[in-house]
């Protein structure tokens, strides 16, 4: 396929070494006629004329000698595989492998990264990725937030620029993928030798005084270089945080920074997590692949699932969801749009959603992809990320009541778990570090601030320490600023009915809760969809929730929703009709609970008989009939 484009470039490599190696040859032969010639005095006219030139033996020679075989091969080789690569994208999730002209929407990127903002007015200033690459003579680093897009946007430059491809194109594309490279028994990555090694040939040197081997070395360096920089290519680096260790990392980094300063003709475009680039380049641009907005969402969905009704209802069940913040991650989006396109809807509980995508960015995409990262901390495995995060989240969301952070902020949140988790006290940032960069779940998003990447999974994982705390009398002082948060711990507790039944009955029994809380807490709960079994206490809670605010149209939707697996006149167990006053029916509370300190009185508006399912209880309550057991 790319035979006539090697066959070229076989055809300019020699001229180009041979040259490069005349000039050397030329320099070091120059060099020692200068030195014979102070070595033998300024009486030049009185020497023979044998001590104004360099005899054979006193000179150097040296021949390049192309291995074109091998070099075409290895030419092709790149090739194809930077086309297999960049033809589409795939996960498990997907039924089938996705064309990436057929699903590819270009995303933008701030001029600066987001880290080093000073204040949220620097997020306006974006520009698409192809703009920021080719507007400007200087190598690029892209970085981005696990899931942004990075990999993507790479394989969709490369396409093109495999796709336009010709003998006159300047532009030859080489792929280098990190996690692809081994290191050598040092631990080192030679990121030279991969890219040098694209040539093979023998440099064949005669020489008496025998050329010392740094120099012979220097020559194929520079050689090899100026034969890469001739081809004018475009080279992917994707994925410096996919090399396994630190010490790759620097070696690489090196071996970048080289290439950075030596290459006029080329351009080197270097993928990374933002966490884990925090490096200058010289002769380099960096840029920040910023979330989808609102039209790039659309269209994503709408090339993804290729079916314009099925788009606007998924797009409007996404909108309709808590985790509707989650879509402007393309890796997440893209999850979503899969599982859309296999079971024809969206997950109806939205705490699988939440642990997909926590799962996701935690480990299921670097498993997917086999990759393997270096941890500071040999007892920060996934659980105990995720039980950190659990933590975090919850001492921040109660301390700060916010979902950004300052650096202080978070000094006082980790010195008050650190020791749970047997981390030192000091090194609060290299933990929140480790977070950013290994998941992109916790960001840093300015300068001095932070955020997690989704204000629905900063309340999941809040939800996920207080569903597991021995007592919510542990934190009763914090409930009132947890109504959201609550709804959701209902949601993915064990059993949603018995949980449902203890905070309400039991918990907000012991506080005074405001509206504002009830709002949150029921329009959460609602949206959450947790699976209530029957069970009489919820019942009691139900209606204890509806006398809070008994004409409120969210609490009678969650009455709906909670009565429709469970028989409404279980209430009778514990209470009976009194009277009828001010447009409500009144119960009073005949018998007590074994657990609860019920409510004396429970108020049913007359009119909710719109509600069907509370219909058997209106009509008990009309007939006055005891149904008591």
Same mark, same amino acid.
């Given at each position: 396929m790319f035979e006539l484009l090697t066959n070229e470039i076989i055809k300019g490599t020699v001229s180009i070494a041979k040259n490069i190696l005349g000039k050397k040859v030329d320099e070091i032969n120059n060099q020692r006629l200068e030195d014979k010639k102070k070595k033998n005095g300024n009486a030049l006219t009185r020497k023979p004329i044998s001590d104004l030139v360099l005899s054979p033996s006193e000179s150097i020679s040296a021949d390049f000698i192309l291995l074109e075989n091998e070099t075409k091969i290895k030419l092709n080789s790149q090739l194809i595989s930077a086309k297999k690569w960049s033809e589409g994208i795939s996960f498990k999730d997907s039924i089938e492998k996705k064309s990436i002209v057929r699903i590819y929407i270009e995303l933008e990127t701030y001029l600066v990264p987001r880290r080093i903002h000073i204040n949220k007015t620097e997020r306006s200033?974006?520009?698409?990725?192809?703009?920021?690459?080719?507007?400007?003579?200087?190598?690029?680093?892209?970085?981005?937030?696990?899931?942004?897009?990075?990999?993507?946007?790479?394989?969709?430059?490369?396409?093109?620029?495999?796709?336009?491809?010709?003998?006159?194109?300047?532009?030859?594309?080489?792929?280098?993928?990190?996690?692809?490279?081994?290191?050598?028994?040092?631990?080192?990555?030679?990121?030279?030798?991969?890219?040098?090694?694209?040539?093979?040939?023998?440099?064949?040197?005669?020489?008496?005084?025998?050329?010392?081997?740094?120099?012979? %070395?220097?020559? /194929?360096?520079?050689? @090899?270089?100026?034969?890469? $920089? !001739?081809?004018?290519?475009?080279? +992917? =680096?994707?994925?410096?945080?996919?090399?396994?260790?630190?010490?790759?990392?620097?070696?690489?980094?090196?071996?970048?920074?080289?290439?950075?300063?030596?290459?006029?003709?080329?351009?080197?475009?270097?993928?990374?997590?933002?966490?884990?680039?925090?490096?200058?380049?010289?002769?380099?641009?960096?840029?920040?692949?910023?979330?989808?907005?609102? %039209?790039?969402? /659309?269209?994503?969905? @709408?090339?993804?699932?290729? $079916? !314009?009704?099925?788009?606007?209802? +998924? =797009?409007?069940?996404?909108?309709?969801?808590?985790?509707?913040?989650?879509?402007?991650?393309?890796?997440?989006?893209?999850?979503?749009?899969?599982?859309?396109?296999?079971?024809?809807?969206?997950?109806?509980?939205?705490?699988?959603?939440?642990?997909?995508?926590?799962?996701?960015?935690?480990?299921?995409?670097?498993?997917?992809?086999?990759?393997?990262?270096?941890?500071?901390?040999?007892?920060?495995?996934?659980?105990?990320?995720f039980e950190f995060l659990s933590h975090l989240a919850f001492h921040l969301t109660v301390n700060q009541r916010t979902t950004v952070f300052t650096s202080d902020n978070l000094e006082i949140a980790y010195k008050s778990i650190c020791k749970n988790f047997g981390l030192p006290e000091n090194q609060s940032n290299y933990a929140t570090d480790e977070i950013e960069s290994h998941t992109g779940l916790f960001l840093k998003t300015g300068y001095l601030e932070y955020e997690f990447a989704h204000k629905s999974l900063q309340e999941y994982l809040t939800a996920e320490y207080l569903v597991k705390l021995p007592s919510l009398n542990i934190v009763l002082n914090e409930i009132k600023n947890l109504g959201s948060e609550l709804a959701v711990a209902t949601s993915i507790s064990s059993n949603p009915s018995l949980y449902f039944s203890d905070i309400v009955l039991g918990t907000f029994s012991n506080i005074k809760l405001e509206k504002s809380f009830y709002d949150a807490f029921v329009s959460r709960l609602i949206q959450e969809v947790p699976d209530f079994y029957p069970e009489t206490d919820i019942v009691i809670a139900a209606l204890t929730i509806l006398n809070e605010n008994p004409r409120d149209p969210k609490i009678l939707e969650l009455m709906d929703n909670i009565f429709s697996g469970n028989d409404i006149c279980l209430v009778l167990k514990y209470y009976k009709f009194e009277k009828k006053y001010g447009g409500f029916n009144v119960l009073v509370r005949g018998n007590s609970h074994p657990h609860f300190n019920l409510n004396t009185y429970l108020r049913i508006p007359v009119d909710v008989s719109s509600i069907n399912l509370m219909k058997p209880l209106l009509h008990a309550m009309e007939e006055c009939i005891d149904v008591t057991t």
């Open positions: 200033s974006k520009i698409p990725i192809g703009e920021a690459i080719s507007g400007n003579d200087n190598h690029c680093v892209i970085l981005g937030q696990p899931g942004a897009g990075k990999t993507t946007s790479m394989k969709k430059l490369c396409y093109d620029a495999l796709d336009n491809i010709n003998i006159t194109n300047e532009r030859y594309p080489i792929l280098i993928r990190f996690r692809d490279m081994k290191m050598n028994s040092e631990g080192d990555v030679n990121l030279k030798h991969e890219l040098y090694s694209l040539f093979s040939y023998k440099l064949n040197i005669e020489d008496n005084h025998e050329l010392d081997m740094a120099t012979e %070395e220097f020559w /194929r360096d520079d050689i @090899s270089l100026s034969l890469l $920089d !001739e081809l004018r290519p475009i080279i +992917f =680096l994707d994925g410096f945080d996919e090399l396994a260790s630190s010490k790759a990392k620097d070696s690489v980094l090196r071996d970048i920074r080289f290439f950075t300063n030596r290459l006029k003709n080329s351009k080197i475009l270097l993928t990374c997590r933002t966490g884990e680039f925090d490096y200058h380049l010289e002769n380099t641009n960096t840029f920040e692949i910023s979330p989808l907005s609102s %039209e790039q969402i /659309r269209s994503l969905v @709408s090339k993804w699932v290729n $079916d !314009e009704n099925k788009a606007k209802k +998924f =797009l409007l069940d996404i909108e309709k969801s808590p985790f509707s913040d989650t879509a402007i991650k393309p890796l997440s989006l893209a999850h979503l749009c899969a599982i859309y396109e296999r079971i024809g809807s969206i997950p109806d509980r939205p705490k699988i959603v939440y642990r997909k995508v926590v799962g996701l960015l935690l480990e299921e995409w670097d498993e997917q992809r086999s990759i393997q990262r270096e941890s500071k901390y040999s007892k920060f495995s996934t659980d105990r990320k």
